[in-house]
């Protein structure tokens, strides 16, 4: 049964979506005796983005525990900066992230699933080599996903409904192959669900990203967002140091002799730039 949005929260101020999936809400009656949403309540973590039309970030899902991102390794081939731009938006809306690397059934792609788990086991994340064609992986992914709450997020064409339908044919998601041409994703999933898993947990299914703004990310936290960053701050010669330019700053101090990659610290400087 639907429920439709209470008046005063139509014209409130809330950031983003007035009500997204995973909120926690309060239903009264209406009119007719019909559902309506009175209240919502406060958000423990959440998931939000910033369309490249817009300026505002908006929320796609709340109160999740973890963000799955999932890329392929290839067809389309993984992109480093937009793995780094979704971790950061995981870690800024407060959840636990994992780096899911699909479609490692691929010919030649051992090379890549091997550099990238590399580079993302030492920034401090866990990775999950996957194939929905296969099944190679899906028992560890599996598992991630049915303890707890997940989002699903990832660029399209990284087969986020594929590894949905084999851990739970049931659902039956709509699948499209990538574009011969540009080698592109389509998206087929074009709205945010919660879909209950029969071996436990939640999983929201989020639409293909095809861009990443990061409209809601506080630049003096963004720091905060890499997680190898993080033993270094506070310790800077400046306590307002943005990482980048000040002298007696310890986090220019690990890149340089390789406690943080070079890569990801390019990524922090792109980011910041941006914000």
Not at 193 to 202: D, F, H, K, V, Y
């Amino acid at each position: 049964m639907e429920a439709s949005l209470r008046g005063r929260l139509k014209r409130g101020g809330r950031t983003g979506d007035k009500v997204v999936i995973g909120d926690i809400v309060t239903v009264g009656r209406g009119s007719g005796d019909s559902p309506v949403i009175e209240a919502v309540g406060p958000r423990r973590t959440h998931l939000a983005r910033r369309p490249s039309w817009s300026r505002v970030a908006r929320v796609v899902a709340a109160n999740l525990d973890r963000l799955m991102v999932v890329v392929s390794v290839a067809d389309p081939p993984a992109s480093r900066s937009a793995i780094d731009r979704m971790l950061v938006m995981g870690e800024s809306g407060g959840m636990a992230c994992r780096l899911v690397l699909n479609k490692v059934d691929l010919a030649g792609s051992a090379a890549s699933v091997g550099e990238i788990t590399r580079s993302y086991h030492a920034a401090g994340y866990r990775v999950l080599p996957t194939s929905a064609v296969t099944g190679a992986g899906i028992d560890a992914f599996r598992a991630e996903i049915e303890a707890g709450s997940s989002a699903l997020a990832g660029p399209s064409g990284a087969g986020k409904s594929s590894l949905l339908n084999r851990i739970e044919p049931g659902l039956d998601l709509r699948t499209r192959p990538v574009g011969r041409r540009s080698r592109a994703g389509r998206h087929t999933t074009v709205s945010s669900r919660l879909i209950a898993l029969t071996g436990g947990g939640q999983v929201a299914d989020t639409p293909g990203f095809s861009d990443v703004g990061l409209g809601d990310v506080d630049a003096l936290a963004l720091a905060r967002c890499f997680p190898e960053m993080r033993p270094f701050l506070g310790r800077c010669h400046f306590k307002d140091c943005s990482h980048v330019h000040e002298p007696g700053c310890e986090v220019v101090a690990a890149v340089s002799d390789g406690r943080v990659q070079e890569d990801r610290y390019r990524s922090y400087q792109a980011i910041l730039e941006e914000l």
